[in-house]
């Protein structure tokens, strides 16, 4: 399934120069070589233009594989690291359903939307509600749903997803979003620990859905934004 119409695309998406098809062959190459071996998750990687998700002065920058400002003091994550957590959530399967806990402008959305039948994605900030909504639609992509919600607690809703990526850092695995992984399911989040020199370091981690409980995975140092309560 191809989840965003590619065809459709004009300048705008395939770009030229630092923003053409062919730069993002090379961050795909450099993903590669940082170790990214799925290679459904490198096509997506391929496939997303990410140079629309931030802001047209900072297009030059977009295939670069660091973080950008995209408003309210959050940033897009570097593209090796929604590639990895991608890649993670994924475990070579085929997902249905993926809950997304943080949409920001929707990139990493767009990649999900991309590797699952279905994305459920939450974010906290009205702003970038709308602003996820404006590029997920100016690339046409149909299998996403988005909620201006509190990512950090119940949902409310009867939800069953294959796979859940949390895009802010928090010190504890949300309890209140486990309820709605399948068993055999995974969570990635960014799992931020406090050792005893007071150094905060922060991990990707993957909890797995298990029949006996649950089994904690631990992987990258990473840098993320905090998980936050209630909207903005």
Avoid: W
């Amino acid at each position: 399934m191809t989840a965003i119409d590619m065809a459709s695309m004009g300048g705008r998406f395939n770009g030229i120069g630092m923003t053409s098809q062919r730069t993002r062959a090379r961050m795909v190459e450099r993903l590669r070589e940082q170790g990214i071996k799925d290679e459904v998750v490198l096509a997506a990687m391929r496939a997303v233009p990410r140079h629309i998700f931030v802001e047209e002065a900072l297009a030059i920058r977009a295939y670069e594989d660091s973080p950008l400002p995209i408003g309210a003091g959050q940033t897009i994550s570097q593209p090796y690291v929604v590639a990895r957590m991608t890649e993670l959530v994924r475990a070579g399967t085929r997902m249905h359903r993926v809950l997304e806990i943080g949409t920001g402008c929707g990139y990493q959305t767009a990649v999900l939307a991309h590797v699952a039948d279905e994305v459920y994605t939450v974010e906290r900030i009205g702003s970038l509600v709308a602003k996820a909504r404006r590029n997920l639609q100016a690339l046409k992509v149909k299998n996403v749903r988005i909620k201006h919600g509190d990512g950090s607690s119940d949902l409310g809703e009867e939800l069953e997803v294959d796979g859940i990526v949390v895009t802010a850092a928090t010190p504890l695995v949300p309890s209140a979003l486990l309820k709605y992984l399948r068993i055999g399911g995974r969570m990635v989040l960014p799992l931020a620990r406090q050792h005893e020199d007071e150094r905060g370091t922060q991990r990707l981690t993957v909890i797995e859905q298990a029949p006996g409980g649950v089994r904690e995975h631990v992987y990258d140092e990473v840098r993320f934004v905090p998980l936050l309560p209630g909207l903005a």
